[in-house]
């Protein structure tokens, strides 16, 4: 009871007080203790987990602990994740016929049947969860203890050219669209696709960027090409996120943001989630990984008749052309670069959990996000700035682009 006493204490002091911009001392001997005060208060804020995949996919129940995988409400409890946005993922076959040779349509009936599934798996879990559409919902369902389980949508092309699908999809609940995938759609070319069809944004995507600001939907430029980031730098007057990117400067592809990139992004007022995939953060990793796929694929073409066989090959291949996976330690490395480059309101965390292969050492699931928040204090960030990343930033953004609606 004492040990409870102590612990609203130190809250309090640390919500009211010049105690918040005090950095702690990892020497201290109440440093974890503290820590974990620090990220219990933080409303932690993760704009892209893919388990909706998961669960359309393997049927999973994330009502219960799932051994594998890297979420379900139970271990998201634990890591003290208040509010997940759930990918409402939309794969580029997909998109509209003639975008694509794999293209075949029908992506606005597939988003919103994914819509309808997240809503029914979140009402059937109402002890644990509940669905959030504002920022006041997030304070609200965190305020009772549940999970704030959010929305946002990954490839814009179930707006299939159709201003009112926007609105539409605003109105289900979606908060944040991804403009494209891995392919170039009517809206964006993709970082993934060497095509880059339009130079950047379509006709249409131009116009879709203006009316995204006007109706309140956060626009997101993970995936998109770099000519396609800046055409939204010149067109969003509202502040935009990057909801699951990594940092070209560790990891070189374009799928990363580059330095100049992040500064015209923290001028804009929006915020940078990093991605804890770990392709996305290092190229001693990704560039190794990023040949598996080829590699495996030819070896099982090769060896059609013979899975043994390509199997150990591609074992063999994999020992002599390894992909040490990064870890923790890394990750904080690079907030800490990005803190440094464009501040501390424009850094936030996107971990892409349930989306990638592999994540770093020490990052396994989403039990793990109060290490974070200790070695960001172990590294001298204050309370403050550690709200701030976990989720005051994006949620100060999703604040301005409600506010900026018209
Ligand atoms: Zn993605």
């Given at each position: 009871?004492?040990?409870?006493?102590?612990?609203?204490?130190?809250?309090?002091?640390?919500?009211?007080?010049?105690?918040?911009?005090?950095?702690?001392?990892?020497?201290?001997?109440?440093?974890?203790?503290?820590?974990?005060?620090?990220h219990q208060k933080s409303i932690l804020v993760d704009?892209?987990?893919?388990?909706?995949?998961?669960?359309?996919?393997?049927?999973?129940?994330?009502?219960?602990?799932?051994?594998?995988?890297?979420?379900?409400?139970?271990?998201?409890?634990?890591?003290g994740l208040d509010a997940?946005?759930?990918?409402?993922?939309?794969?580029?076959?997909?998109?509209?016929?003639?975008?694509?040779?794999?293209?075949?349509?029908?992506?606005?009936?597939?988003?919103?049947?994914?819509?309808?599934?997240?809503?029914?798996?979140?009402?059937?879990?109402?002890?644990?969860?509940?669905?959030a559409?504002?920022p006041?919902?997030v304070e609200r369902i965190v305020g009772?203890?549940?999970i704030a389980?959010?929305?946002?949508?990954?490839?814009?092309?179930?707006?299939?050219?159709?201003?009112?699908?926007?609105?539409?999809?605003?109105?289900?609940?979606?908060?944040?669209?991804?403009?494209?995938?891995?392919?170039?759609?009517?809206?964006?070319?993709?970082?993934?696709?060497?095509?880059?069809?339009?130079?950047?944004?379509?006709?249409?995507?131009?116009?879709?960027?203006?009316?995204?600001?006007?109706?309140?939907?956060?626009?997101?430029?993970?995936?998109?090409?770099?000519?396609?980031?800046?055409?939204?730098?010149?067109?969003?007057?509202?502040?935009?996120?990057?909801?699951?990117?990594?940092?070209?400067?560790?990891?070189?592809?374009?799928?990363?943001?580059?330095?100049?990139?992040?500064?015209?992004?923290?001028?804009?007022?929006?915020?940078?989630?990093?991605?804890?995939?770990?392709?996305?953060?290092?190229?001693?990793?990704?560039?190794?990984?990023?040949?598996?796929?080829?590699?495996?694929?030819?070896?099982?073409?090769?060896?059609?008749?013979?899975?043994?066989?390509?199997?150990?090959?591609?074992?063999?291949?994999?020992?002599?052309?390894?992909?040490?996976?990064?870890?923790?330690?890394?990750?904080?490395?690079?907030?800490?670069?990005?803190?440094?480059?464009?501040?501390?309101?424009?850094?936030g965390?996107?971990?892409?959990?349930?989306?990638?292969?592999?994540?770093?050492?020490?990052?396994?699931?989403?039990?793990?996000?109060?290490?974070?928040?200790?070695?960001?204090?172990?590294?001298?960030?204050?309370?403050?700035?550690i709200e701030k990343?976990n989720g005051g930033n994006l949620l100060r953004?999703?604040?301005?682009?409600?506010?900026?609606?018209?």
């Amino acid at each position: 009871m004492r040990k409870r006493l102590f612990l609203i204490m130190f809250i309090l002091m640390a919500c009211n007080s010049p105690e918040q911009k005090m950095k702690l001392d990892p020497n201290d001997p109440q440093f974890s203790e503290k820590a974990r005060a620090i990220h219990q208060k933080s409303i932690l804020v993760d704009t892209h987990i893919d388990i909706p995949y998961r669960i359309t996919h393997e049927n999973v129940d994330i009502s219960q602990r799932l051994a594998d995988g890297h979420f379900d409400l139970v271990r998201a409890k634990e890591g003290g994740l208040d509010a997940p946005f759930f990918a409402v993922y939309v794969s580029s076959k997909f998109n509209q016929p003639g975008t694509d040779t794999a293209a075949k349509g029908g992506a606005y009936a597939e988003a919103l049947r994914i819509i309808t599934m997240i809503d029914s798996v979140v009402s059937a879990s109402e002890n644990l969860a509940e669905s959030a559409i504002s920022p006041g919902d997030v304070e609200r369902i965190v305020g009772v203890g549940k999970i704030a389980v959010c929305m946002g949508m990954e490839n814009g092309a179930p707006i299939e050219g159709d201003i009112q699908k926007l609105a539409d999809l605003y109105q289900r609940g979606i908060r944040y669209i991804t403009l494209t995938h891995a392919k170039d759609n009517h809206i964006s070319d993709s970082s993934y696709d060497e095509r880059h069809t339009n130079k950047g944004l379509t006709e249409f995507g131009k116009k879709l960027i203006v009316e995204m600001n006007r109706i309140g939907m956060m626009i997101d430029v993970s995936h998109i090409s770099d000519d396609a980031f800046w055409q939204v730098m010149e067109l969003s007057n509202a502040p935009v996120i990057a909801s699951h990117s990594g940092l070209r400067t560790f990891r070189h592809m374009e799928r990363n943001m580059s330095d100049s990139m992040l500064v015209a992004l923290a001028k804009n007022g929006g915020v940078f989630q990093y991605n804890f995939g770990s392709y996305f953060i290092t190229d001693d990793y990704g560039v190794p990984a990023d040949s598996y796929w080829s590699v495996q694929d030819s070896l099982n073409r090769k060896f059609q008749n013979d899975h043994e066989k390509a199997v150990s090959l591609f074992e063999e291949y994999k020992k002599a052309h390894p992909a040490p996976n990064p870890d923790i330690d890394e990750v904080v490395r690079q907030l800490d670069y990005a803190i440094k480059l464009i501040g501390v309101d424009h850094v936030g965390l996107g971990s892409d959990y349930d989306g990638v292969n592999e994540v770093p050492v020490g990052l396994e699931d989403v039990t793990k996000y109060p290490v974070l928040t200790e070695k960001m204090l172990a590294l001298g960030y204050t309370a403050a700035d550690i709200e701030k990343i976990n989720g005051g930033n994006l949620l100060r953004v999703w604040k301005a682009v409600e506010q900026l609606k018209l």
